[in-house]
């Protein structure tokens, strides 16, 4: 079963959490209440509404990413009342936004690959059979590292590996992938809508050796949980649905310029589900992506499998099938390793 679903409707956390109310083995949607009557007396700011509210409900939620000053910071800025605005803490954190407001906006243009270009908008798909998530999680402790360090690690690699084959060597290359970050609480999956910004995330392509590749994404995916790069990034696409045509166009072209690739990881329920009576085996997405970006990768962990899909433009990637077949070997390389490390005694 093939369904096709526009962005606006929901993101991809909640729709797992749609899928998971309409099969047998997931979860009852939430029952219905009663809405509460609005205040007539309430100030009816629409920026303060369609903005502000929004940001300090996500920014609280968040708070456990992105660092404890966050929450507090975009209270104090819907607050200005309070006369917080000239503390330390608020000095500090100003400071902080600052550096990534300006990181954001001075960030290099990609590296340019074969997977850089211009789209000409016909899509191409490819998807990959399970790994075993036990395993892949295995490897992460083993290394010290997180499941998707190890995911987006092997993503690198088949990337690199596809180029080199094709006479476009990575050696000292690195490709900006957009991550979308959840900045919903999970409970709250099932209102819709997008609740997500995105990180810039660099892959290092050129990094041959496995376990050198998967720390230095370990060191990137670190330095973004500290940044307030996906919730600056939330404020500007929110803004820009508010802007006339062209200007949406502008900005949706500077994260594409900025950008190879969009790659999200979505976890999905632990056990296979199942609907009208059939167990669904596997499930699979692709990913949207805007602009001139023409490489989306999808991970999906399922039924205790993870899964990667691929959707290319098919003027940048003719066959994405050639990248996710290098995925399995990539984290079978990383795997090797790990039953090479000293085993502690009596284990």
Same mark, same amino acid.
């Given at each position: ?26 979860m ?92 000409i ?8 059979? !399970? $790994?075993?998530?036990?395993? %892949? ?5 083993? &290394?010290?590292?997180? #499941?998707? =360090?190890? *995911? @987006? ?20 290359k ?55 790069? !996906? $919730?600056?990034?939330?404020? %500007? ?5 508010? &802007?006339?045509?062209? #200007?949406? =166009?502008? *900005? @949706? ?25 059939a ?14 970006i ?15 899909g ?28 790990t ?7 009596? #284990?």
């Amino acid at each position: 079963m093939v369904l096709r679903i526009h962005h606006c409707i929901g993101d991809g956390i909640s729709l797992v959490s749609v899928m998971m109310s309409i099969t047998d083995g997931g979860m009852d949607p939430p029952k219905r209440r009663r809405r509460a009557q609005p205040d007539a007396d309430a100030d009816g700011d629409w920026l303060s509404d369609a903005v502000m509210k929004p940001l300090t409900d996500l920014a609280s939620k968040a708070v456990g990413m992105y660092g404890g000053g966050i929450g507090k910071a975009v209270e104090m800025l819907s607050h200005p009342q309070q006369g917080l605005l000239g503390s330390l803490d608020m000095a500090r954190t100003g400071a902080k936004v600052l550096g990534d407001v300006a990181a954001m906006a001075l960030m290099a243009d990609d590296s340019p690959t074969l997977l850089k270009g211009k789209p000409i908008g016909q899509k191409v798909v490819a998807w990959s059979e !399970p $790994l075993p998530l036990d395993q %892949v999680k295995a490897v992460g402790k083993a &290394l010290n590292c997180s #499941v998707n =360090d190890v *995911l @987006l690690a092997c993503a690198a690699g088949a990337i690199g590996g596809y180029l080199r084959d094709l006479g476009d060597d990575p050696a000292g290359k690195e490709i900006r992938a957009m991550v979308p970050v959840n900045l919903r609480p999970l409970e709250e999956a099932w209102k819709l809508g997008n609740r997500f910004g995105l990180a810039p995330l660099t892959l290092p392509i050129g990094i041959d050796n496995p376990i050198e590749r998967v720390y230095a994404v370990r060191a990137r995916m670190s330095q973004l949980k500290d940044s307030y790069q !996906p $919730l600056l990034a939330f404020a %500007v696409l929110s803004l820009a649905g508010l &802007l006339i045509k062209p #200007v949406q =166009d502008g *900005l @949706l072209g500077l994260f594409a310029k900025k950008s190879t690739a969009v790659m999200t990881n979505v976890p999905g329920p632990a056990v296979p589900l199942k609907f009208c009576g059939a167990t669904l085996r596997q499930m699979m997405f692709w990913v949207p992506a805007s602009g001139d970006i023409g490489v989306g990768v999808s991970i999906l962990s399922y039924g205790g499998g993870v899964q990667f899909g691929l959707i290319t433009d098919k003027k940048l990637c003719p066959n994405p099938q050639h990248i996710i077949d290098r995925f399995e070997p990539e984290f079978e390389k990383l795997l090797l390793v790990t039953m090479m490390l000293p085993w502690a005694e009596g #284990v």
